[in-house]
């Protein structure tokens, strides 16, 4: 089974900057669709961004601030996240789906392998 390992999540002030790793034990990440969510206590997991084949999708809340990319080679995705504000303040957990399958990227029940989390929070 792939392992997913996420790192790079802390505390930071408002309109700061973090930069989300998730690293993959084996395997490609050439095909998957890879994506960043997120799950604040009390509240529902929500799709942050994700990658698939070149095609970026992000939620509206994020548009604009948060960049989501892969480094084949390395096998890690990343989620670049700038202009951090406390609404942002949420376990960060990473996701791959190894299929094709005509789903929504953003929707959690789709895939397949997760990460542990790391927590990012924003302070305003």
């Known amino acids: 089974q792939v392992r997913l390992v996420e790192s790079g999540g802390g505390s930071v002030q408002t309109g700061g900057s973090l930069r989300l790793s998730c690293a993959a034990s084996?395997?490609?990440?050439?095909?998957?669709?890879l994506a960043w969510f997120r799950q604040a206590p009390g509240k529902e997991r929500e799709g942050v961004a994700a990658i698939y084949t070149g095609s970026t999708y992000y939620a509206d809340s994020v548009k604009g601030r948060f960049t989501i990319s892969q480094d084949n080679a390395n096998l890690t995705v990343y989620l670049q996240m700038n202009s951090l504000k406390p609404q942002d303040t949420a376990m960060y957990y990473c996701?791959?789906?190894?299929?094709?399958?005509?789903?929504?990227?953003?929707?959690?029940?789709?895939?397949?392998?997760w990460g542990q989390g790391t927590q990012v929070t924003v302070s305003s």
């Open positions: 084996e395997g490609t990440y050439g095909s998957y669709y």
């Open positions: 996701a791959a789906d190894p299929f094709y399958r005509d789903l929504d990227a953003l929707a959690p029940d789709r895939y397949l392998l």
